[in-house]
Nanobody
Framework: QVQLVESGGGLVQAGGSLRLSCAASGRTFSRTGMGWFRQAPGKQREFVAAISWSGGVTYYADSVKGRFTVSRDTDKSMMNLQMNSLKPEDTAVYYC????????????????WGQGTQVTVSA
């Protein structure tokens, strides 16, 4: 059974940094895509970043490009999201997810999800 477990969320001031991690287990993730999404209260879940598990090709939402960096460690079955220059509008629950597609920004195409981790950015 596929398990995705996020960690690393917390409270940070605007301009600060956080690093999220996603521990993945339960299947072979090669030739699949991994993604980060976020959902703020009252808003739809939105795409943040994605990475191909095998080749490490990365994709970003325009709102985070240049500030966030997604990476993966295939030996440890981990995916990370380094978030710099955080803004109050980055406040949300952040989820990692797995898809058979690579670089997909549509959450409907992700079939496995973690439980989420809260990120709060104060002004």
């Amino acid at each position: 059974q596929v398990q995705l477990v996020e960690s690393g969320g917390g409270l940070v001031q605007a301009g600060g940094s956080l690093r999220l991690s996603c521990a993945a287990s339960g299947r072979t993730f090669s030739r699949t895509g991994m993604g980060w999404f976020r959902q703020a209260p009252g808003k739809q879940r939105e795409f943040v970043a994605a990475i191909s598990w095998s080749g490490g090709v990365t994709y970003y939402a325009d709102s985070v490009k240049g500030r966030f960096t997604v990476s993966r460690d295939t030996d440890k079955s981990m995916m990370n999201l380094q978030m710099n220059s955080l803004k109050p509008e980055d406040t949300a629950v952040y989820y990692c997810a797995n898809s058979i597609y690579i670089g997909d920004s549509d959450p409907r195409n992700y079939h496995y999800w973690g439980q989420g981790t809260q990120v709060t950015v104060s002004a």
